[in-house]
């Protein structure tokens, strides 16, 4: 903090306020309101682009590191889950061929399938509607490699035992329905019917 008073003396920048942390945050602690205060500060232009200044923003999110009463809340410094607070996240391997060729953007939705074997007929049940893709890893496309790519994806809570338990029990399968009867005001919980 006195590095930061000390730019401001000198260089008569333009003040803003940033926030800062009125107490010692643990990392894994998830912030609230009264956990954050906003001091006025002058800061160089390549920290203000890091800086936050709405404590708002910082509502709900998870500190990455631990954070000292006094200090300044980096944007690095904290993640915010994706989806809403009702969602959680897992990640389930797939074959890119079961998965559009892996040609799917963070946000998309998606309907997870799977294919297994009954009675010697093969039978599709769909194990997730409409999760929330939060990321997309390749993996390894090298020869002699599984090939499988590994999604990221946020579901309802009672989604995650059905979802871990697909890849052992046969072939899994992810459809886009990005656009299909949704709208930008639908989560997923309130259109699975979970909230």
Known sequence: MGIFSAYQG???ARERSYVTANRDIA?????????????P??????????????????????ALAPVLSGQLIWRSGVVKPDGSPQLA??????HPANALGGRLLPGERVDVLLTSTAAGAPQVTTISSGAQVVRVDAGDRAVGSSGE???????????LEPLAEAAA?????????????????????????NG
């Open 41 to 62: 500060l002058d800061l160089p232009d390549e920290l203000r682009r890091l800086a936050i200044s709405s404590p708002d923003a910082l509502v709900g999110t998870t």
């Open 89 to 94: 996240q897992i990640s389930i391997p797939v």
């Open 10 to 12: 000198a260089s008569g």
């Open 27 to 39: 990392a894994g602690e998830h912030l609230s309101r009264s956990d954050l205060s906003v001091v």
């Open 149 to 159: 790519m590994t999604l990221v994806l946020a579901v309802a809570p009672e989604e």
């Open 169 to 193: 029990a046969g072939t899994v399968t992810v459809a886009r329905v990005t656009g299909l009867g949704w709208s930008d005001d639908d989560t997923l919980s309130s259109s699975t019917g």
